[in-house]
């Protein structure tokens, strides 16, 4: 059977069929981490509404049955940033392994492991949130105490995502078994690096939950570090932006330029992207803590460094993927020098939500450096200005992105055409026009000063700042978001329960190259080679600030502040 056949959903009879490499009892964990996704987005999304009307003094936290604004930016926070994205990078990245594989994963076993974690930790962290045992904001910062079961439930969704990059490493393992001497091919190799990455991304949250938070929540512990829990959360807390944006590389690489009728321009600078990546993520998180005090500056300049080096491989993407759009804006008749951008096939929906995304992700990559610079840091660090960058990058680059997969996703998944084609569209476009206003209004509130993770409508100071003009657009901004959420539902359960059955088979769609494999340098698909080097620079500049802290101050008890 042809690759080609072998990745081919058949529709029929009512149900779905799949041959020889899409085994159904690896399939339905990837459905249910989808499901589990949408849920997170559906609520999470949901409470972006009352965090956005906040912002012109309209409070409705109380209406929305939460006791605390604080408990909505919670759940906002914890099923948006991990539950959806988490979920939907589990089904999405192991769809494209094996895709890229051309084989099954190497184990059932971990698949359905990864759904079942998924699903335990996300109902532990919910029951704990819904009751205001753990209002602690996605970043749960000691000494604020929650529940034990909020960090099980947190713990629980950390090892459904390495179960995940134990399969895909199992897989390319078993693939390489099978094909002696080859380079590993690329659909494949990105999904590993990504998941490799979060490997050593994600020791930072393991330690501090599993030998301290927990511990310390049970009473086992007495008392913690607060200071060196923050180290420790920020180890992870900055490649995991990685983590969430490299599934959004995959498609934007390897997939989209097959949408426009591209080509990528070349296997091997996509390979050095996803390596430096890998190389360059983890060493980086002291950039959350500039302005924190008992850091010496000499390390905090050290993770400036590795910062923009990070930025580079994004500044790769800003231009392969351009040229890779404007080779198919060329062959679809584009002439001149912008003509292509026009004849790329803005009315498919799939793909004009993450040419969109691309767009806004220049605003939200630009300010991520003016958070990175040391001195300008200092202005803009615990203001708004912080969710105006990051709801243009995991807000609307990653999230929009996942909307724009999802819309050929469901339909491959379900054997059901696509629906309100028209509603997807206004709904792509909708959202991109509210982040661009929403990150505008909280961007210049956050140059003159207001707060972050305030319930500015109950501020007293709030008049002392005179952002009126900037709330309000936040305001309008985050309302058109939510908005075009509630229609990106309306086309996914349109779709899933009413949805015309295929009758043309289904592909996965993945780019050629105009330079493939076979001129990639072998260096660059020796993953084990670049993840040494990942794991010495992690050790490098985290190793002398922990030395520091040892042994440890651990001087706070759990303290409940909601
Ligand atoms: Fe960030 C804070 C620095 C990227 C998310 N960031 C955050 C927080 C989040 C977040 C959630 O240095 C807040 C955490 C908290 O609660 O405190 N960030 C950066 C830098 C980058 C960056 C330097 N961030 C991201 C990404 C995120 C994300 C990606 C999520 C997915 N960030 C910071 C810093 C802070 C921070 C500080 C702490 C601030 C503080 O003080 O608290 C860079 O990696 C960005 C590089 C990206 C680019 C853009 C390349 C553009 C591309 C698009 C090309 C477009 C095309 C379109 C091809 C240079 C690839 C063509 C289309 C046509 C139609 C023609």
Redesign the pocket.
């Known amino acids: 059977m042809s690759a080609t056949a072998r990745a081919r959903t058949v529709a029929g009879g009512g149900a779905v069929t799949r041959e020889g490499i899409f085994l159904a009892e690896q399939l339905w964990p990837i459905k249910g981490q989808l499901v589990l996704a949408m849920i997170g987005l559906a609520i999470g999304g949901l409470m972006g509404l009352m965090q956005a009307l906040d912002r012109v003094g309209i409070v409705i936290y109380k209406a929305m049955l939460m006791q605390t604004y604080y408990q909505g930016l919670t759940i906002h926070?914890v099923l948006l940033?991990f539950l959806f994205t988490f979920a939907f990078i589990n089904a999405f990245v192991s769809l494209v392994a094996i895709r890229g594989f051309e084989r099954p994963l190497a184990s059932t076993f971990l698949a359905q492991g990864a759904f079942w974690t998924m699903l335990v930790g996300t109902l532990l962290a919910a029951y704990a949130i819904l009751t205001n045992q753990a209002t602690v904001?996605?970043?749960f910062y000691a000494p604020m105490r929650a529940s034990s079961l909020f960090f099980l439930g947190a713990a629980l969704l950390v090892i459904s995502t390495l179960l995940t990059a134990l399969n895909l490493v199992l897989t390319r393992r078993a693939w390489q078994r099978e094909h002696p001497g080859e380079r590993t091919p690329l659909l494949g190799f990105v999904g590993v690096v990504t998941y490799v990455m979060w490997a050593l991304a994600s020791l930072g949250v393991v330690v501090l939950v599993v030998f301290f938070l927990l511990p310390w929540s049970l009473g086992w512990l007495k008392t913690t570090d607060p200071q060196f829990n923050r180290i420790l959360f920020w180890y992870t807390?900055?490649p995991?932006?990685?983590f969430?944006?490299m599934p959004?590389?995959i498609s934007?690489y390897l997939m989209v330029p097959r949408q426009v009728g591209g080509r990528v321009f070349s296997d091997s600078l996509v390979r050095l992207a996803f390596i430096l990546l890998l190389v360059f993520s983890v060493p980086?998180g002291l950039?959350?803590?500039?302005?924190d005090p008992g850091i010496p500056t000499v390390m905090k300049v050290v993770h400036?460094f590795t910062?923009?080096s990070?930025?580079f491989?994004?500044?790769?993407?800003?231009?392969?993927?351009?040229a890779a759009?404007?080779d198919g804006?060329r062959a679809r008749g584009g002439t001149g020098l912008?003509g292509?951008?026009w004849k790329?096939p803005w009315g498919d929906p799939s793909v004009a939500a993450q040419?969109?995304a691309?767009?806004v992700?220049?605003?939200?990559?630009?300010?991520?450096?003016?958070?990175?610079?040391y001195n300008l840091?200092n202005v803009?660090?615990?203001t708004s200005?912080?969710?105006g960058?990051?709801h243009m990058?995991?807000?609307t680059?990653?999230t929009l992105s996942f909307i724009g997969i999802s819309y050929w996703l469901i339909p491959f998944l379900t054997g059901r055409e696509l629906m309100g084609r028209r509603l997807a569209l206004a709904q792509a476009w909708l959202w991109f026009v509210g982040v661009l206003l929403f990150a505008r209004g909280q961007i210049a509130a956050g140059l003159l000063g207001e707060p972050?993770?305030s319930s500015i409508g109950e501020a007293p100071y709030r008049d002392l700042i005179s952002a009126g003009l900037d709330n309000w657009l936040t305001a309008i901004g985050g309302t058109l978001m939510v908005i075009s959420g509630l229609l990106y539902f309306i086309v996914v359960l349109w779709t899933v329960f009413a949805g015309r059955r295929l009758t043309q088979p289904l592909e996965i769609p993945v780019a050629e190259m105009r330079f493939g494999a076979r001129e990639t340098s072998p260096r660059l698909d020796q993953l084990g080679f670049w993840f040494l080097i990942a794991v010495i620079l992690a050790a490098i500049a985290y190793i002398p600030t922990i030395l520091l802290y040892l042994p440890l101050q651990s001087v706070s008890p759990p303290i409940k502040v909601y």
């Not at 491989?313 to 351009?322: D, H, K």
């Not at 992700?361 to 630009?366: D, N, R, T, Y």
């Open positions: 926070g940033a904001l996605f970043t807390g900055h995991i932006v990685y969430w944006l959004a590389y934007w980086t950039h959350h803590q500039y302005v400036l910062t923009f990070v930025v491989p994004s500044l790769v993407t800003a231009f392969t993927v351009m759009l404007e804006g912008l292509w951008i790329l040419l969109l691309m767009l992700f220049i605003l939200g990559g630009a300010t991520g450096i003016v958070n990175a610079s840091n803009v660090h615990n200005f912080v969710p960058h990051f990058t995991v807000g680059a990653v972050r993770r």
